[in-house]
């Protein structure tokens, strides 16, 4: 595989990544201005709907930037050659 087409295919993926983070930064936005009534562990479903989103939203983040890193590392090593 070229550089060029690694570059790219990375660069999409980081454009999917970020799609997918500001969605689950809405999803959680709204949970939380949807909690505001609750009372944490009065409604157990809702508590765990609410810890389940907040795992998938820290994982995707930390996924999002380990890849992030990645890709710059790779720029940086490349333009040092």
């Given amino acids: 595989m070229s550089h060029d087409t690694h570059s790219k295919t990375q660069t ?5 990544h970020a799609v997918v ?5 809405l999803a959680l936005a709204v949970y ?3 909690a ?3 009372i944490v562990g009065d409604d157990i479903v809702f508590t765990a709907i609410g810890a389940a989103l907040m ?4 994982f995707w ?3 999002t930037t380990s890849d992030l ?6 720029r940086r090593n490349i333009r040092d050659r």
């Fill in 12 to 16: 999409a993926r980081l454009k999917y």
């Fill in 36 to 38: 505001e009534s609750h």
């Fill in 21 to 25: 983070e500001t969605v689950l930064i």
């Fill in 69 to 74: 890193i990645g890709v710059v590392a790779e």
């Fill in 55 to 58: 795992v998938v939203a820290t």
């Fill in 32 to 34: 939380f201005f949807l």
């Fill in 61 to 63: 983040t930390l996924t």
